[in-house]
Each structure stands twice: as structure tokens, then as C-alpha cells.
């Protein structure tokens, strides 16, 4: 217990205390337009409320990420704690600051321009097909997910949601922000803010004990330890509520939103640590509700025992009647609010690679319809070996913005270690795992982290050979953008 509660005071300061600190180092202007005011075109780029846009942040960036991811990590026991803390303040706070605040310097732009402004032509290019890539498997993902869930409760077969749901996305990826998202979302976001609360206050008052994090549990607790290490699957696995790719493509949508650019760390690092605090909270509650790390554990290997089992189990005993309606929004709800908005920022990808303006609603349904078209091909398709490379591919497109954001500092003439350092790590992360993970090389474990060490020193000499030119990556020298 006293690991947990020190891990949730030390989230809460890192927002603070570090979170200021790279808002001081970005240096936001208070004074400077916003993309909200100079481009307000009633659709995406329209003012609201801080406060809402922060619940959609929230909602946007954290889904069932923080849930699902959390329960996983879990079966790592207590190190999972270490991550999603130090993950959150110093890799996760900083990547969703920068790709919020980045995209309000320029104009609202998606994460795939901005990242070519700063890496170059063919990192861009590559990157518009990456994360349209995965945008759109994120929102099929989050179509046949909630449709199966919902034709468990209901007597209407899964076809039948899948149908409601797609109409669902096309008129919120359409229609403007503030008419649906801008209104109904908020009260989710609220939704899993309370349901993660509730059991925190269960946690602290029940009868349960959380493990702490002791010389005995500073080790891998996983069942399978030889085949699950810390490095690099923990960090695969616990994603949102320690760092998420995924979210640098939802930040410039609340970009769009903004009208004042000192609320960015309120908006951008603030919805990261709130996420983290969530994430903290169910793996506390999943280590403790099965009475262990090795009995969730064997609780998880049993058949049909997944991480939405888990969540109605822990919300029903917990919270009760309450609990289960918290439990179905939980997993219905938030993954399908995470759909629709990948396939806004889909449609805003697309519109910001061909440049072409979204303000009249045949502009929107031109870029629209044939993104809804693959997807519903993609749903009758077996998914299960294509999203095994998701969580790969999420981390990979994290520390892509985090080589952006080290080499904007740069130029700038700022602090770029703050963004270099998660960036650096990272890429070990993911290199590593693609080598030695099963849909990966699958090469012996040691010979995977040396080839991961060896490309990561490789790059990061690669950063410090232009940093020494002045010329960073994509040939941007320190004049071009001074005033961005």
C-alpha cells in the first residue's frame, strides 16, 4: 500500500513540478494566437471550454488503455508501478505536451506534418501512412470489440452493432466537434475519472492489500518469465498510462480546440498524469482483488478470464449496482469514443497531406467515405494476427514524436534532453522487442537487447553528428523556425 500511495503523490508532483519545468522550456506564450481563433471554421477548428476539453482529452487519449494495459502489466507485480510513475512524468507527460503544443505552433497540424518538418521528407511521408494505418485499425478495433460486448447484453446480433456503431463514427467524424464530442464526451471522460476513484477509495478503506515494492518484489513476477522479461514487454504492455503513440495523434485535435496556449500543460501533460493515476489504480486493484500477483496471475491463464472479465469483476464487487453500470460504460462506451476520434484524426491526416480544406461537409464526406470503406472491408478479416503488432507499432510511433520533439528543442537552442533522454530509451524499447517479441524475429533474448543497444547508440550519435552542424535531420536550421 505505501508503494501505491507514494506512486500516486509522486504522479501528482511530477505534473507540478516537472510539468511546469517543460512548459517554462517549451516557453508557451499566453499572448500568441491560437489555431482556434485564427483558423475557426465551425468544424474542427472551434474554441471550447478548458475544462471540456480536457475530459475529451482524457477520454481520447485513455479508452480502455489505462484499464486493459494496467491489469496486464500487473502480472509483472509491483515494477509495473516504476513504469507507469517515471513512464507517465518523464516519456508519456512529455511526448502528449510536445505533440499537443508542437501542433498549436503549427496551425493545428497532424503529428505526420510536423514530424517531416523536423526529420525530413521521407520520415514524413512514412509517417502519413503509418499512423493512418493505425488509426484506422484502431477504429475496426474499436467497432467489432464494443459490437461482440453488446450483443452479449443484448438479444440484437453483432452484426447489427457493428452497423449502428459504423453510423455512429461517420457522423462524428463528419458533423462538428463541438456538436457531439464537444458535448457528450465530457460525461464519459467523467465517467472513468469516477469509476477509477471509487475503487481507489475501496482500495484505501477495504480490506485488500496492495503489494508493495520490496528487495522480494523488485523482480519479474510474471508466470512466464523467461518468456515475458520486464525489458522490453512491460513497456509494450502498459502503453497508455506510461506512454502511448496513439495519443500524438489525438493532441491536435484539442490543438484545434484551444484558445489559449498556456493551458496546453493543463490540457496536454495534465490528461497524461490524470491518465497515469488511473492506470496506477487498477493495477493496485488487480495485484490486490485476486489476493496477489501470482493469483491473478492464475487467474488470467484460465479461459475466458481476460482483462474485461477482470473489470467486471473488480467494478461489481467493489462498487456494486453502480459498479456495473461504470463497468458497461467502461468497456463499451470509451472504446468507442477512442474509434470514432481515430477516425476524425484519420480524416484530418489525410486533409493536412493533400492539403484540402474540411469546412464544407462534401469536402468531408470525399475524404470520409472511402475511409469508412476500408475499415468495414477490414472487419471481415481475422484481426488477431495484425493487432498483435499494434502495441509495437503505438511505441514506435511514440518514439518517433519524441526524436521531434529532442530535435525541436534543439534548433530552438532549449533543453533538448528532456525529450532526448524518453526518446533514447524508447528506441531501445522497441527495437529490442521487435527483435526478440513472437510476432517479432523472435532471436535470442540477449543478442536481441545488444542489436537493440547497438541501433539505439547508432541513432542517438546520428542526433549529436548534426547537432554539432547546427542542421538537424531534415535539413531545418535554427532560423527557419525561431518563430515556431
Known sequence: MITFI???????????????????????????PTPAIEKNDGVDYVPLKTSKIFLIQFLNIAGLGPIFGAIAGAMWGPVAFIWIVL?????????????????????????????????????????RIFALVLLILVGVVFVKGPATILAGLSSVGSFYWVFIIFLYYILATMIPIDKLIGKVYPFFGGSLLVMALGIFAVLLFGKYTIPDLTPATFSNMHANPGKFPVFPMLFITIACGAISGFHSTQSPLMARCLSNEADGKKIFFGAMITEGIVALIWAAAAMAFFG??????????????????????????????????????????????????????????????????????????????????????????NFDIIWRYFGWSN????????????????????????????AIFMTAVVTTYILVAPEGLMLPYSLSVFIGCVITIILTGYFFFYRSKKVVLGRVTISSVRNN
Not at 118 to 125: I, S
Not at 395 to 416: C, D, K, P, S
Open 6 to 32: 507514494i506512486s500516486i503523490a509522486v504522479l501528482v508532483a511530477g505534473y507540478f513540478i516537472y510539468g511546469s519545468y517543460v512548459d517554462r522550456k517549451f516557453k508557451s506564450d499566453p499572448t500568441r
Open 395 to 422: 511505441q514506435t510511433l511514440a518514439t518517433i514524436v519524441l526524436w521531434t520533439a529532442a530535435v525541436y528543442m534543439l534548433i530552438r537552442g532549449e533543453n533538448f534532453w528532456i525529450a532526448l533522454i524518453p
Open 292 to 381: 496477489g500477483v501470482r493469483e491473478l496471475g492464475e487467474t488470467m491463464a484460465l479461459p475466458g478470464h481476460n482483462a474485461a472479465w477482470v473489470v467486471n469483476q473488480i467494478c461489481d464487487t467493489m462498487l456494486g449496482k453502480i459498479g456495473g453500470l461504470l463497468a458497461i460504460i467502461g468497456v463499451v462506451a470509451a472504446p468507442i469514443t477512442s474509434g470514432d476520434t481515430a477516425f476524425r484524426s484519420a480524416r484530418l491526416t489525410i486533409a493536412d497531406t493533400f492539403s484540402f480544406k474540411q469546412g464544407k461537409l462534401v469536402q468531408r464526406l470525399v475524404i470520409t467515405i472511402p475511409i469508412f470503406i476500408v475499415a468495414i472491408l477490414l472487419t471481415t478479416i
Open 87 to 127: 513512464g507517465s512524468v518523464f516519456a508519456g507527460g512529455v511526448h502528449d505536451y510536445f505533440s499537443g503544443m508542437l501542433s498549436l505552433r503549427h496551425g493545428g497540424e497532424s503529428i505526420p506534418e510536423i514530424v517531416g518538418k523536423y526529420l525530413g521528407v521521407g520520415v514524413k511521408n512514412f509517417m
